[in-house]
């Protein structure tokens, strides 16, 4: 039996701006490339935010309706998140 650790998420500049982003609507599904020209990071920076976020339990991702092409990936803060988030900001 092993004992499961999450390393806390580091909030750097970069991550500041991409959670200032999620927090202007937290309740608003974001795709990368709207969080990439809201938070001026370039994809290189803010995939890899996202995926610490989601590996962190701070966001979540879903994709877009079927319909829709090519098919994009929706994030959002989860509840946690947004606490977490919130209170790393103050």
Not at 34 to 42: E, F
Request: charged share 25%; glycine share 10%.
């Amino acid at each position: 039996m092993g004992v499961f650790i999450v390393n806390p998420i580091r909030v750097t500049p970069a991550v500041a701006d991409v959670l200032a982003v999620f927090l202007r609507d937290p309740a608003a599904a974001r795709y990368g490339l709207d969080l990439i020209r809201a938070s001026g990071h370039s994809s290189g920076t803010v995939y890899p935010i996202l995926v610490r976020l989601r590996a962190g339990g701070w966001a979540e991702a879903g994709w877009a309706d079927a319909g829709e092409r090519p098919a994009r990936r929706r994030y959002r803060l989860t509840r946690d998140g947004i606490r977490t988030a919130a209170k790393e900001m103050a």
